[in-house]
């Protein structure tokens, strides 16, 4: 049976990918082009409604071609029942997969590519008024500590095994605010006395940081997304200490506008954010910062993103991620509407763009 995969959104979506490809290929599906397919897998997004009209669009354009659509990750309760009206198949995890096609559980190997996603917790807490995903992806789980080193230690074995590796391999810590990464009390760890003891750190994420460097290997170990309001001085010196730990942190603004993050429901301000920065080159060598930015939010006006324009003159992002605004049904800011044109949410998009990631001033 042939079958193809097409991912939509973000990285956890890309890990998802790679896992499921293996899995199926590990019992006796073939990877194909989608025109030559007869099983499509959508793993979707649905963070903005531009993302979820493209899913449908899809899901009716490979049903035409007579092709079986299977769908799952960010999906909302509302649209899975559109779906299943559709005769789509929506699953969670592998052991629904297997039921499907009453698959044997397999063990299978994990991929050796030089990027090796590893997710360490999913849902989120916070509830910007623009985003779907505590929704879709529930309330914040971080998954155990021993699991994720396990995982770790699996990728760093596989790539080192793998043939004609003359690159290092990057390990990508996933979670849509990794720094609200919780150790389970009752998980034990191991210490340097081969002890056991229970930890109770406040700053769990930083401790994860910590154990996976021990790991033997090559490699180096860098995370998405933070949250601002959430990055405290002993992530900062482990990012500036831990010698496999990258330099470099996302920090997502969205806007430059204290009265537009209000209204986002992130609760830092512009200056506030400047001093983080600031705070970060002063004790991180040669500090690379990324940053997610959101255009055209309802009630932006002029005033409000030239604000952000000079926010991103005084940082100097590396990269910046764009997004025009899309309302999102279900969504606190739903209810604003969506005032700003598309013509006007291109313009801005474009001067940030030209400005961030093209790098003219």
């Not at 899809?58 to 005769?87: F, H, M, P, S, W």
């Not at 991620?321 to 044109?341: C, E, F, Q, V």
Request: net charge positive; charged share 30%; proline share 4%.
């Amino acid at each position: 049976m042939k079958f193809c995969i097409e991912t939509i959104g973000c990285q956890q979506n890309e890990y998802d990918a790679a896992n499921l490809a293996t899995f199926l290929k590990s019992n006796g599906f073939f990877e194909s082009s989608p025109e030559e397919s007869d099983r499509i897998f959508i793993l979707a997004c649905s963070v903005r409604q531009t993302a979820v009209d493209r899913i449908f669009g899809r899901v009716r354009n490979y049903q035409k071609a007579g092709k079986k659509v299977y769908i799952t990750a960010c999906v909302t309760d509302a649209d899975k029942k559109k779906l299943k009206e559709l005769g789509v198949v929506y699953f969670e995890n592998f052991d629904q997969i297997s039921e499907i096609f009453e698959l044997p559980t397999t063990n299978y190997q994990l991929p050796t590519n030089l990027t090796s996603y590893i997710p360490i917790m999913t849902g989120c807490n916070n509830f910007c008024s623009y985003c779907i995903v505590p929704f879709t992806r529930g309330r914040e789980k971080s998954r155990p500590i021993e699991e994720i080193i396990s995982e770790a230690k699996n990728h760093t074995f596989h790539f080192s095994t793998a043939k004609l590796r003359s690159e290092k391999l990057e390990i990508i810590l996933l979670g849509q605010n990794v720094n609200s990464y919780k150790i389970d009390q009752k998980t034990k760890i191991k210490n340097q006395n081969d002890k056991s003891k229970i930890q109770k750190e406040k700053t769990d994420f930083v401790k994860l940081l910590k154990e996976i460097s021990k790991i033997d290997g090559d490699f180096q170990i860098s995370f998405l997304s933070n949250h601002p309001k959430d990055v405290g001085d002993d992530l900062i010196e482990a990012i500036a200490t831990l010698p496999k730990v990258k330099k470099e942190i996302h920090l997502p603004l969205q806007s430059g506008s204290d009265k537009i993050l209000k209204a986002m429901n992130r609760p830092y301000t512009s200056q506030q954010y400047l001093d983080l920065v600031e705070n970060c080159k002063l004790k991180i060598e040669n500090l690379k910062i990324t940053t997610d930015i959101i255009v055209g939010f309802p009630g932006e006006t002029e005033e409000d993103f030239q604000q952000t324009v000079e926010v991103c003159k005084k940082v100097g992002f590396a990269l910046g991620y764009i997004n025009k605004y899309s309302p999102r049904h279900g969504t606190a800011s739903y209810k604003l509407g969506d005032p700003i044109s598309w013509a006007e949410k291109q313009r801005r998009w474009k001067i940030l763009d030209e400005l961030i990631n093209k790098k003219i001033s």
